[in-house]
T-cell receptor, first 115, second 114 residues
Framework: EPEVTQTPSHQVTQMGQEVILRCVPI?????FYWYRQILGQKVEFLVS????????KSEIFDDQFSVERPDGSNFTLKIRSTKLEDSAMYFC?????????????FGPGTRLTVT | AQKVTQAQTEISVVEKEDVTLDCVYE???????LFWYKQPPSGELVFLIR??????QNEISGRYSWNFQKSTSSFNFTITASQVVDSAVYFC???????????FGKGTRLHILP
């Protein structure tokens, strides 16, 4: 069964550094998402991406964040200057079509630790 | 606005007992989708079920069952004859048809005691 993959599984970085989290969505999917889960808390929507542009973003997704689909397979989340509060699990997801009628497939997550 | 409430923060039951996890949602849309995800200690999100707002039939999948009641805006999840492997955090979630994002509840941490 096709799956969403994410690398790395765990990233440790120092405050102020830039990080790029990588995702490979399912190959025929058109809609891509990032979610964040601070330890012990709920999963929160960050951004959705379709047709090479952001379709929606949350209040969390400020100017420090950016997303890109640099090629036909990868989908990346960049945090420009990490803060301690960016420490969280980041989940990538993809689905075939827009709207809630299509199932979103989640990747296994990247645990980001900012020290 | 969308909202999902899971009032039970943490539940502990002894193995083989039945347990119900509550979920109440809010939405202005008439078309929406409800989900349950399991998050084991390893951290990944495991999809359990998705229901659309037009299908109020209860669903059973092995030891799992779901009760969807639009009249009370609830989508409760029952595990029958619980097992230690069911120990996890369970998230209820909602997506409206007009957009893609999934809104999660705060989760219920379930401990199944041997």
């Amino acid at each position: 069964e096709p799956e969403v993959t994410q690398t790395p599984s765990h990233q440790v970085t120092q405050m102020g550094q830039e990080v790029i989290l990588r995702c490979v969505p399912i190959s025929n999917h058109l809609y891509f998402y990032w979610y964040r889960q601070i330890l012990g808390q709920k999963v929160e929507f960050l951004v959705s991406f379709y047709n090479n542009e952001i379709s929606e973003k949350s209040e969390i997704f400020d100017d420090q964040f950016s997303v890109e689909r640099p090629d036909g397979s990868n989908f990346t989340l960049k945090i420009r200057s990490t803060k301690l509060e960016d420490s969280a699990m980041y989940f990538c997801a993809s689905n075939l079509g827009g709207g809630g009628s299509y199932e979103q497939y989640f990747g296994p997550g990247t645990r980001l630790t900012v020290t | 606005a969308q909202k999902v409430t899971q009032a039970q923060t943490e539940i502990s039951v002894v193995e083989k007992e039945d347990v119900t996890l509550d979920c109440v949602y809010e939405t202005r849309d008439t078309t929406y989708y409800l989900f349950w995800y399991k998050q084991p200690p390893s951290g990944e999100l495991v999809f359990l079920i998705r229901r659309n707002s037009f299908d109020e039939q209860n669903e059973i999948s092995g030891r799992y069952s779901w009760n969807f009641q639009k009249s009370t805006s609830s989508f409760n999840f029952t595990i029958t004859a619980s097992q230690v492997v069911d120990s996890a955090v369970y998230f209820c979630a909602l997506s409206e048809n007009r957009d893609d994002k999934i809104i999660f509840g705060k989760g219920t941490r379930l401990h199944i005691l041997p």
